[in-house]
């Protein structure tokens, strides 16, 4: 079986302010939602079981704050992620034009062995709001910037009515498993290679 | 030493990464053996990490995240314990032994996590338990990570209302009350970190503290996230126990941050209900707090919640929230004398905001507050602070971008005076500012009073006369900025004659005071509005009586006449004399000959006072040439004088070739079928002198160069003739035209001409006319079917 760390898989959330971050992590943990804006300060997670092909995971949603003045600890929370989901706006152009900057940001800060295939995930929120009628970024527009970055999966969610928060996630956690993690395999100089590597694969308590 | 101290830090921090590794290492097998004894001494060990105190916060965070996601693992092994029959309680005393507190901290808070989830005990008491044991670090920068490390294990623990958590006698005030103490420690910790270490390190103590900011203001988000935090207990519990930490911690730095984080995390709802308890702790605040900040970080929360729905505006009204933001920031003004103008700017500039939002009809509540403003600005003279300038712009700027409508803004009596106080390359700014979003609005400026208000307004950028602002701006800037004034000018209109004119009147007052280098691009369309109001008077009543009316053409033509002379001291002869064609046309149109003649005569003396440039001369040539044409007002006599003279100037033109060609276009001047003109004498005169030039050019071509010159004057003056020979003029005769033809092709066929393939093509395509005309047959094609080509 997989390590006690393949059991958990560490997704960040990231976008301007009020695009709904928080909002989309209550609707799928808790299946809440509230019209009221409460700003999120720092960085804060929620877990929640998942089965994928019929083997559970613990998925640690971290949901952080949009606003850069609540960021003041520095973002060292990136690391180890297996899944960074992107979230914009559909009524707002500029947090869809910032999409670019949050995921350079994520990749000079969480540094991923492989920063080309790491697995991102966007979100385009709020496609309840005016029935449509406020949008300003169109469906084709996100998807053809998901194309060009190497073809991030697209999900159209509504936080409020819960649609598709369901199966976006479902894809950030397949994503997330997906992920080769990456273990700095620590090796005291007492223990022999060999050995090591024996202990940790044999550990299984399943 | 800086640098020094940034390595030293990496490798602490590296050697603390190091340690935690290899004891996490050893927890690791300890869990794969199922060695709760060994998993806990190296667990405890592997925490011992985070004792170190040489870490800068955002060191130690990275640090503290690696022993996170370690203890994560741990965490799952517990529960497997516990699922396996192994007493959470027993744990829970066991890790008790760890020898050092910091590590023993860290896992009882991670036990304690598993044990609320067990439900062995009530998680209230747990919680409690957990929250009073991490008294014991009194270290802040330990004790700030510890307790939110507790926090964040909590998060998904607390009985707050719907919680698995929540029951028997666990209820959400208990899940508050964690909160609450936990946040009021971690404060504490915070606060009291200033007064630790030396004095010489304040300032790298305060970036610290200040990078530790979000641990504490954390507990307020999770706060606002609590499940069955209503209005009530917000108004009664959470509200008033934060704000009295807040005040009693007389802390600069922690006040100022936990306002703002008051204001962001919790609803506008309730802010809206609680506003004179917020607004009532910020006198209490140390007089150091940057109030100003605070308020309008609410205001604008607040703008934007009433902007975000009609229906949330009632909440507003009902709670007077204008009548008591405006109450707070009098009493913080008046408070704080030394208040800085950007400071005082910014706060009335948010209300203002706030206000055009709330209370959008209420235009007397924000020329209030605009009087307020002047009435702080007063005595000050014009502003040289640029952030209290920037904060002015946006004041001014907010009305036009909420009513989109120039009107309105006319209507703030205190607008302008605000203005004032701008210097005058910004109050020029933010005339193109109010110009820009009068011409996006298409917004309708319709009465003369207006028009004179609203040129105060902009007066920056009409008659501003400081030579040296105008030197030093960028041409391309200054053409962009009058471009915009132009098209202002063209959109002012009124359907009322009368009033147009008072209108129009009244820019030509303000424009001609504007000085040389913005006349050339305002009087045109001052003009054009002028002309078009003429037209417009025409059209309406021919067979009034014209000196009982308040406008006439003759009214207006007598002003265009001042103002276009404005132009000719600048000096722009051209664009003056074409002016004066304009009008001359109009009044041409209104029957009134004695004005026409009249613009003539000026267009005349400009033409040989002022234009001397040749080009120039050659374009207004024809301009006169074209016009004139035009002309069916003039008598005899006019005519006769004003024909005599163009074709004077036409045939003393610099240029043989733009000699010919002016003297042949002055052969239309006799031959107008709509006019009645048919003076063949004369339009013959012109074309044989056109010839006699062109044969001049020519011969000038051959002396100069050698070589003979183009044929391309006698293929236009062929033209010329073939036109004048359809209109049946009896001078022209078949043997004139003929030789003109034969003349040209020999001209083509001599070895020393050029070649020049334009006049060959233009030559080919009217010998292909000619034929064109002899197959059409009937009288045309009889007249030309003698013609041999
Ligand atoms: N209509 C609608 N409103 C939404 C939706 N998602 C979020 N909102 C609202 O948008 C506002 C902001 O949502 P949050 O989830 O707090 O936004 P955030 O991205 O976490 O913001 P920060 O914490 O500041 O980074 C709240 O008022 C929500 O009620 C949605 O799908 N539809
Ligand atoms: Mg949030």
């Known amino acids: 079986m997989a390590s006690r760390r393949r059991m958990l898989l560490k997704v960040i959330i990231l976008g301007d302010s009020g695009v709904g971050k928080t909002s989309l992590m209550n609707q799928y943990v808790n299946r809440k939602f509230s019209n009221q804006y409460k700003a999120t300060i720092g960085a804060d997670f929620l877990t929640k079981e998942v089965q994928i092909d019929d083997r559970l995971f613990t998925l640690q949603i971290w949901d952080t704050a949009g606003q850069e003045r609540f960021q003041s600890l520095g973002v060292a929370f990136y690391r180890g992620a297996d899944c960074c989901v992107l979230v914009y706006d559909v009524n707002v152009q500029k947090s869809f034009e910032n999409l670019n900057n949050w995921r350079e940001e994520f990749l000079i800060q969480a540094s991923p062995s492989d920063p080309e295939n790491f697995p991102f995930v966007v979100l385009g929120n709020k496609i309840d709001v005016d029935g449509g009628n406020s949008r300003v970024v169109s469906e084709k527009k996100a998807k053809a910037w998901c194309a060009s970055k190497g073809n991030i999966p697209y999900f159209e969610t509504s936080a409020k009515e819960g649609f598709n928060v369901e199966a976006a996630f479902e894809c950030i956690a397949k994503n997330a498993l997906k992920n080769e993690p990456e273990e700095d395999i620590y090796l005291p100089d007492t223990i022999d290679v060999g050995g090591g590597q024996q202990q940790r694969s044999t550990g299984c308590e399943c | ?789």
């Not at chain 2, 519990?237 to 100022?256: G, H, I, M, S």
Request: hydrophobic residues 40%; contains cysteine; proline residues 3%.
């Open chain 2, 1 to 789: 030493m800086i640098s020094d101290g940034l390595e030293d830090e990496e490798k602490w921090l590296a050697a603390g990464v190091a340690g935690l590794q290899q004891n996490s290492f050893y927890m690791h097998r300890a869990l794969d053996s199922n060695n709760l004894k060994d998993a806990l001494k190296y667990s405890a060990q592997m925490l011992s990490e985070l004792r170190t105190s040489r870490l800068s916060p955002q060191k130690y965070y990275e640090l503290y995240m690696r022993a996170f996601d370690e203890l994560r693992k741990l965490e799952m092994f517990f529960r497997e314990e516990n699922r396996r029959g192994c007493s959470v309680v027993e744990l829970y005393e066991l890790v008790q032994h760890a020898g050092n507190i910091l590590p023993r901290s860290y896992l009882l808070c991670t036990v304690g996590s598993v044990y609320i989830k067990s439900k062995e005990a009530p998680a209230k008491d747990i919680l409690k338990d957990l929250v009073e044991m991490c008294r014991g670090i009194q270290h802040p920068l330990r004790g700030l990570f510890l307790r939110s490390y507790l926090s964040q294990v909590s998060r998904d623990k607390l009985p707050d209302i719907g919680s698995e958590y929540e029951g028997d006698e666990n209820t959400v005030m208990d899940a508050i009350e964690f909160v609450l103490q936990n946040f009021t420690e971690m404060n504490k910790l915070w606060v009291r970190m200033q007064h630790q270490g030396p004095t010489r390190e304040k300032e790298k103590r305060e970036k610290e503290r200040s990078e530790l900011r979000d641990l504490v203001g954390k507990n307020l988000h999770v706060l606002s996230q609590i499940e069955g935090v209503d209005l009530d207990i917000y108004r009664e519990t959470v509200l008033p126990r934060v704000l009295e930490q807040v005040v009693n911690c007389k802390d600069e730095l922690a006040q100022c941050y936990l306002m703002d984080c008051i204001i962001q995390v919790f609803p506008d709802e309730y802010h809206l209900q609680t506003l004179e308890t917020l607004l009532g702790a910020c006198p209490q605040l140390q007089g150091t707090v940057d109030i100003k900040t605070v308020l309008a970080g609410l205001m604008e929360r607040l703008s934007n919640y009433a902007a975000s729905s009609a229906e949330v505006l009632p909440q507003f009204f009902q709670v007077e929230a204008f009548a008591k933001l405006n109450n707070a920031i009098d009493k913080v003004i008046e408070a704080q004398d030394e208040m800085p103008v950007d400071a005082v700017v910014t706060l009335y500039s948010s209300l203002l905001k706030f206000t055009i939002h709330v209370h959008s009809d209420r235009l007397d509540y924000v020329d209030r507050i605009l009087g307020a403003c002047v009435k702080k600005l007063s005595g000050k003279g014009k502003l040289s602070d640029s952030k209290a300038t920037k904060q002015i712009v946006a004041l001014l700027s907010a009305p036009l971008e909420k009513y989109k409508d120039i009107d309105t803004v006319l209507k703030l009596s205190n607008y302008p005076h605000v203005m004032e106080y701008l210097d005058d390359v910004t109050n020029k700014e933010m005339a193109n500012v109010i110009v820009q979003s009068i011409i996006k609005n298409k917004s309708c400026i319709s009465t003369a009073d207006k028009v004179e208000s609203l040129f105060g307004l902009i007066k920056g950028l009409i008659n501003n006369l400081d030579s040296k602002l105008l030197e030093e701006l960028d041409e391309e800037d200054f053409q962009e900025e009058q471009n915009y004034v132009a098209r202002l000018i063209q959109m002012l209109h009124n359907d009322n004659p009368e009033e147009m004119f008072k209108m129009i009147c009244t820019i030509k007052n303000h424009i001609l005071t504007g000085g040389t280098k913005r006349l050339p691009f305002t009087v045109p369309p001052l003009i054009f509005n002028s002309l078009q109001l003429v037209r417009q008077l025409q059209s309406q009543d021919e067979n009034a009586t014209e000196d009982e009316a308040p406008v006439t053409p003759k009214k207006i033509f007598q002003m265009l006449n001042q103002t276009i002379e404005a132009l000719i001291s600048v000096p722009v002869p051209e664009l003056a004399l074409w002016l004066y064609l304009q009008c001359a046309e109009a009044a041409n149109d209104c029957d009134l000959e004695p004005v026409a003649y009249e613009f003539f005569t000026q267009a005349y003396i400009l033409y040989e006072e002022e234009v001397t440039d040749s080009k120039a001369q050659v374009t207004a040539i024809h301009l006169i040439i074209g016009t004139l044409q035009r002309m069916h007002v003039f008598g005899i006599e006019n005519r006769d004088t004003l024909t005599h003279k163009a074709t004077g100037y036409s045939a003393k033109l610099l240029k043989k070739p733009d000699q010919c060609r002016a003297v042949y276009a002055c052969s239309h001047l006799f031959w107008v079928d709509d006019h009645d003109i048919k003076d063949g004498e004369r339009v013959m005169l012109c074309l044989k002198r056109a010839l006699r030039i062109a044969n001049a050019a020519q011969q000038m071509a051959n002396a100069a160069r050698g070589s003979s010159g183009s044929v391309i004057l006698f293929i236009e003056i062929l033209n010329k003739y073939l036109y004048f020979y359809e209109k049946g003029l009896s001078q022209i005769t078949l043997a004139s035209v003929q030789s003109l033809i034969e003349l040209i092709t020999n001209e083509m066929q001599n070895e020393n001409s050029a070649s020049d393939p334009a006049a060959e093509a233009f030559f080919a395509s009217t010998l292909r006319y000619i034929q064109f005309q002899k197959n059409k047959g009937g009288a045309v094609g009889e007249k030309y079917e003698p013609i041999k080509v």
